[in-house]
């Protein structure tokens, strides 16, 4: 700690801090622009002046960049000198000089950064009156907008997206002046995470394309605090809503999980909710391949009771994409013992494997935070980038963590980045790869190995014997194989915390158990080591805690009329199962019930189809990877702009049904009551109690506002329809109003807030005045509550150590790959998602594509025993002969593990489109 002495008041501070992260840790307004809490100091835009004075008696002082200035004891500054408030303004005034001042038409106007220093600095007059710099722009794909004539040269775009998120087509060219940031080339950006640039840049320069295109000032936007859906990482969201519609995502801050940063898929691939096809109200079809009828919510519910009470049994199907509330009422629908988790059996058992070794192997799982700490990894079986972005960026930080290493033994402080930078270099913190393919983490592992899955269980349960030899041994392994796993393990045993990363990407229980044993060796041998268990979907974790039967189970119990009617939550079965056995159980069944918000071919195939709600249109609990419950709430009531519309929370129409069938009165229900018999149903889900305040909970008397005090026009937003308005929505369910009558400060801590707005801070930057310091905690405690918490077991040692992949010469083994663009349900339904994804492919080994005369780019066709698919060819040199790779969120026609046969497409179309079109699919159940 030191204390330091700021306008006359004393403070005690971080001493390992500079001047400007601890003056704003205290609250205190000092402007900046090239600083980010994330990326530290460079000193490039000389914003944060302040006077530095040796010591109480000195009257003269000096000017210094705060940003550059530790935060040593006993320093004594001024923000509110008269010098250094002059000094800043010119700073301001000079980095404008070419800025177009274009306030009105631009898109961060409202919360741009630019703006509130402006203000802050008191600088209200351009003076300047001679001809602008001007630049061209560059379309830069659908995600993120040019418009470089807004820059002030702080260098934040390109020290993100090199430096910090390891992109290499985006930089700065020129000298002096006349500098330009962006590509060499126009063209579509690489990165997986170029949509932070939008909250980075602190002006106009880089925008959200798709926010663009239905654009809304920040302070009309309705915001509710929500977790993004795309993945199952958890990361916290801030959806912002007009006229019915989702106009953008914006990053919310958790100290634990994502902190400022979010992938490109959660940012963007919402368009999903926002599709004019989606349901919206109950349809009926009496015989499959009639047009549907659209009921109103009373009958539809008559219909939906009668035909379930009338069924011998019926069978639920939930899913992993829906909520605990939402399975758990589908669970009580049809009893527990007739409840279908909707998972494939080869998914479910990779899951039950994990929350298994979760609980069992000894090692605690790290959050996003804690993954950035460690200073040794190793990941088996998982593409982190493609399965998992967010975590693939900590792990990124963990092996650049090296830098900072090296700086702290020279006195160097962390926050000093260029000087870390520089003296750092290429030093990383050792990282190990395994997988069938390239990844999106080799530029900075120390060393990568393209292997078939077996292969990879074969080197882990060869680095846990390494570690620790009461490990079973690996029979038969190969030297070079040895000799990485005694590499791995000393680099492991010599790392002060490692960390061991696996999943169930490539469907192998043998990989996630070889991931075990390394987890199981090293907390033997007594090291402050982590384990973390990538899961697919958002609520995977959660769904695997409640438990269930596979989705085959459910098939089969229809297909063999042990049940005659079946209820589907939010589950597109055709995205998990070859068409062909799902039609042949689906055809079976007298009554097939879904639920879902999207137009699925599930949902063709369904006699009653009940329009749920998505995310932001309803509010339920999910389960990240990590093991953290969250909540996510409704961010608007879609009857209010669309009055035609009859979406309900699932659970609200399961509850509905479950009354309807037993001939009761449709109750009352409501958020904390769902959440109240989860807990107490499922023991292991007991403390999703704690993981929001309930819908009672208050700030000084009121609710929460969804909405900036300064939202306008919603006395005119549905004139079009009534010219009497109607009374604002209300919300039973949580803790937040459908207007801006309620609490929006940052004053209160509180663990759930909508939106970052503070006085004077419009832009994301006032995440910071709901921190306890810069970068850590929100004050009230970061949203969430952990339920995976490692327990005292006797988790013996895997043995089963699988045999060696060996090729073969007439077949192929496919393995599934995850892809971030077109890889999952929901989000490859969005345009711009469509449109980054670009064509699916097949990959192949250079060997095996020459044997083929399958060069790139040529199509050729994967045959499997429920059906085949015909793809261009994309050869990668990690990729082990005998093995083809192919892309996941395609087709289900194809599992990891199965041997197929390839060959040429000799009716190939002259070419292919955008995933998910991209791909001839001849699966024997397609239907016409």
Known sequence: MATIHVDGKRYDVDGADNLLSACLSLGLDVPYFCWHPAMGSVGACRQCAVKQYKDADDTQGMLVMSCMTPASDDSWISIEDEEAKEFRSSVIEWLMINHPHDCPVCEEGGHCH???????????????????????????????????????????????????????????????????????????????????????CPTGVFTDKTHAERYTRKWDLQFAPSICQQCAVGCNISPGERYGDIRRIENRYNGEVNRYFLCDRGRFGYGYVNRRDRPVRPEWRRDRGDTPVTLDVDAALDLGADRLRSARRVIGIGSPRASLESNHQLCELVGEGQFSTGIAAQEQACLAAMQTLNQTCGLPTPTLRDIE?????????????????????????????????????????????????????????????????????????????????????????????????????????????????????????AAKRPLVIGGGSLGSVAVIEAVGNVARALARRAKRASLLLVRGEANSTGLAMMGGQSLEWALDELSERRADAVVILENDLYQRLPGARIEAALFTADTVLVLDHQRTATWQYAHLGLPAAAFTEGDGTLVSLEGRAQRFFQVFDPRYSRPETRIHESWRWLHALRAGMRRHAVGEITLDGVIQAVAERYPALGAIRDAAPGADYR??????????????????????????????????????????????????????????????????????????????????????????????????????????????????????????????????????????????????????????????????????????????????????????????????????????????????????????????????????
């Open 373 to 493: 700490n460690h200073d040794a990894v190793l990941v088996l079986g998982e593409d982190l980038i493609a399965s998992a972005a967010r975590v693939g960026l900590a792990v990124r930080q963990a092996a650049y963590a090296r830098r900072t290493e090296l700086a702290g033994e020279r006195d160097i402080p962390a926050w000093n980045d260029e000087a870390v930078k520089t003296l750092g270099q290429d030093s990383y913190h050792p990282l190990f790869i395994a997988y069938p393919t390239t990844t999106g983490l080799d530029d900075v592992s120390e060393a990568s190995w393209g292997l078939a899955p077996n292969d990879i269980a074969r080197l882990g349960f060869a680095v846990a014997h390494a570690i620790d030899a009461g490990a079973p041994a690996v029979e038969g392994l190969d030297e070079a194989t040895r000799e990485a796993a005694a590499d791995i393990a000393a680099r492991l045993m």
């Open 699 to 928: 700030v000084r008397g009121l609710k929460l506002a969804r909405e900036p005090h300064r939202y306008s026009g919603r006395t005119a937003m549905r004139a079009h329809i009534d010219v009497s308005e109607p009374r604002t929505p209300q919300d039973p369910d949580s803790p937040f109003t459908f207007s801006m009558e309620g609490f929006n400060g940052f004053d209160r801590p509180r663990e759930e807030v909508a939106f970052a707005w503070a006085p004077g801070w419009n832009s994301p930057q006032a995440w910071n005045k709901f921190t306890d310091e810069v970068g850590g905690h929100l004050r009230a405690g970061d949203p969430g509550v952990r339920l995976l918490i490692p327990r005292p077991g006797h988790y013996r040692y895997a043995d089963a150590t699988p045999p060696a992949f060996a090729a073969r010469d007439d077949v192929w083994q496919v393995v599934v790959l995850p892809r971030l663009f077109g890889g999952d349900e929901t989000s490859s339904r969005a345009e711009p998602i469509i449109e980054r994804a670009g064509p699916a492919v097949l990959t192949l080994s250079a060997d095996d594509a020459a044997r083929l005369g399958g060069e790139k780019g040529r199509r050729l066709r994967v045959a499997g025993a429920a059906g085949g698919i015909t793809l261009p060819v994309r050869l990668d040199p990690s990729l082990p002969a005998g093995m083809v790779g192919v892309p996941a969120g395609l087709t289900a026609v194809l599992a990891s593990g199965e041997w197929v046969r390839l060959s040429h497409d000799v009716e190939a179309t002259e070419h292919a489109g955008t995933a998910p079109a991209s791909h001839t699919r001849d699966d024997a159940g397609d239907r016409p």
């Open 114 to 200: 630019l703006q509130d220093m402006t203000v802050m600095t008191g600088h209200d007059r351009r003076r300047y009156r001679f001809r602008k710099r001007t630049h061209r722009n560059q379309y830069l794909g659908p995600f993120v907008a040019h418009e470089m004539n807004r820059c002030i040269t702080c260098y934040r775009c390109v020290r993100f997206y090199r430096d910090y998120a390891g992109g290499a087509d985006l930089g700065a060219f020129g000298a002096n002046s006349n500098i330009y940031f962006g590509r060499h080339q126009e063209g579509v950006l690489e990165s997986p995470f170029s949509g932070n640039l939008t909250e980075v």
